[in-house]
């Protein structure tokens, strides 16, 4: 394998599609799948936003903040890999131009401004994840509207509103919790995308090691988690590259495996081979460094040219 594959997994990737990596080993065949990075598109630039907009990027969330009030679409507000856009919010949604893989939250001031923003995107593409903060009377009663409108009842009923799970959230950054969770509920409950024989879980793309494995044409290693069972830090389809100076680019759990892992992977360099790495999680070493207990992992630690 060399930096060509990933350069073409790149590509695809800008195209908004997905791209496959198929690796065999030990007479199996695996698929790491790399899905598109998704938005997340805050409509409402408050309190709740700040923390939202934090908690989305962790969860490798392209994350848009829509407010139309300049001292809320304050970009020193939120971290700085977010887009921060001060506009009217239906000029806004109309110039992001929705996908069907995006998640919206409409967090505005109030009601009118939620109307607006719900009108306009029903009227368009509907988005993979609709929320609303609103109370449960208030949501009942704007479905019934919007739906009075003429809008697509089942489009109307698929809003997440009240917003969040129930878990009795109170402060801003409680609420965030609430929604991130929420969000993440979504999308580990969205059926695979052309689901495979030998697809591994993890499908996230994390750009810094994508753009080590694309762009740098030194030798480097690729350790791939083939797969996990028991308690591990990390699923299978946990990938990472480690380069001959240590430096690592992903994860594949942290701690004395990951570790192990990468030295071995610096070893490999330059061999032209790979090799299959078994981590048991409850032994000695494992345990004295605080690892969980009773899990396994395989991991593929394979040359690249």
Not at 126 to 149: N, V
């Amino acid at each position: 394998m060399s930096t060509n594959e990933f350069a073409r997994i790149a590509k695809v990737l800008s195209r908004g599609q997905a791209a496959d990596l198929v690796r065999r080993a030990e007479g199996e065949t695996y698929v790491r799948r790399f899905v598109p990075e998704e938005r997340l598109i805050l409509l409402g630039g408050g309190h709740i936003a700040r923390s939202l907009c934090a908690m989305g990027a962790m969860l490798d969330y392209a994350v848009t903040v829509v407010d139309d009030r300049p001292e809320y679409a304050d970009r020193r507000r939120f971290p700085d890999d977010a887009q921060v856009i001060c506009d009217e919010f239906v000029h806004a949604i109309s110039t992001l131009e929705i996908r069907p893989t995006d998640y919206v939250c409409v967090i505005t001031r109030g009601h009118r401004w939620d109307r607006e923003c719900l009108r306009t995107i029903l009227g368009g593409t509907m988005p993979t994840y609709l929320g609303l903060i609103s109370s449960r009377s208030r949501a009942d009663a704007l479905r019934e509207l919007l739906a009075a409108e003429g809008f697509d009842r089942t489009a109307v009923d698929a809003i997440h509103a009240p917003i969040g799970l129930n878990i009795g959230a109170i402060t801003p950054a409680e609420i965030a919790v609430s929604i991130c969770a929420q969000l993440v509920e979504h999308r580990r409950g969205l059926p695979a995308r052309g689901k495979v024989a030998g697809l591994l879980a993890q499908t996230n793309t994390d750009p810094a090691f994508l753009r080590f494995m694309a762009e740098d044409h030194g030798p480097k290693a690729l350790l791939l988690v083939l797969s996990a069972t028991g308690s591990t830090p990390v699923k299978s389809g946990a990938i990472m590259a480690v380069d001959p100076n240590g430096r690592g680019y992903g994860t594949i759990g942290g701690g004395w495996g990951e570790a192990e892992a990468m030295r071995l992977g610096r070893e490999l360099i330059g061999s032209g081979t790979s090799k299959i790495f078994r981590l048991e999680m409850d032994d000695d070493v494992a345990a004295e460094d605080g690892l969980a207990c009773g899990g396994t992992m395989e991991v593929l630690i394979e040359d690249i040219k």
